[in-house]
């Protein structure tokens, strides 16, 4: 099993709802990645998770909540979002301490904040 | 501070030509990996190929071939034989370790290259 699996695909919300993005790998990857991708642009990372601990926040907004609950989960909880919030949110996972260097990467969350 | 560059925003070429997409990076480290990432319009990123760069051979993955400038910091892809399913965002990608106690990473992307392949 080489796959990131995103849920919902699609998320819609108003300002004053609370919501979750949940990201789940069953590839034993240690680290654990969110990243916010906007149209046409690359990803900026935005929270690292290595062995469950939350290792780097890029200065993220505190409307953005991340929590690793166990090795394989992953989940973004979401609270009083922007507009310009609106984005592609991906997951990503890799082995920690490994050589290979790769990332792999769920097809993402679109969000729409009304 | 590392950074990529992209300098190619789009390209086109026909299906079977080859296509060279090409990247530049700084960085002050000695050993670090590069990678090139493909995202098609369903969205899923993934790699494409990764280059080494204690490795002075340049590495090749069937039709994808880099070439890598170490001195030079260059890292263009080769895409060889193009195919409609080639059709896809192109990041050039610096991995940059975040610590061997942290035991993750950090990709910096470039800022793509949208590559279309006609029939």
């Known amino acids: 099993d080489t796959e990131v699996t995103q849920t919902p695909k699609h998320l819609v919300m108003g300002m004053t709802n609370k919501k979750s993005l949940k990201c789940e790998q069953h590839m034993g990857h240690r680290a654990m990645y969110w990243y916010k991708q906007k149209a046409k642009k690359p990803p900026e990372l935005m929270f690292v998770y290595s062995y469950e601990k939350l290792s780097i926040n890029e200065s993220v907004p505190s409307r953005f909540s991340p929590e690793c609950p166990n090795s394989s989960l992953l989940n973004l909880h979401l609270h009083a979002l922007q507009p310009e919030d609106s984005a592609l949110y991906l997951c990503?996972?890799?082995?920690?301490?490994?050589?290979?260097?790769?990332?792999?990467f769920g097809e993402g969350s679109r969000l729409t904040v009304l | 501070a590392q950074t990529v560059t992209q300098s190619q925003p789009e390209m086109s070429v026909q299906e079977a030509e080859t296509v060279t997409l090409s990247c530049t990076y700084d960085?002050?480290?000695?050993?670090?990996?590069l990678f090139w990432y493909k995202q098609p319009p369903s969205r899923q990123m993934i790699l494409v190929i990764r280059q080494e760069a204690y490795k002075q051979q340049n590495a090749t993955e069937n039709r994808f071939s880099v070439n890598f400038q170490k001195a030079a910091k260059s890292f263009s892809l080769k895409i060889s034989d193009s195919q409609l399913g080639d059709t896809a965002m192109y990041f050039c990608a610096f991995m940059k370790r975040l610590g061997v106690i942290q035991g993750a990473q950090k990709l910096v992307f470039g800022q793509g290259t949208r590559l279309t392949i006609n029939p």
């Open positions: 960085t002050s480290e000695n050993n670090y990996y």
């Open positions: 990503a996972s890799s082995q920690a301490l490994a050589d290979t260097g790769e990332l792999f």
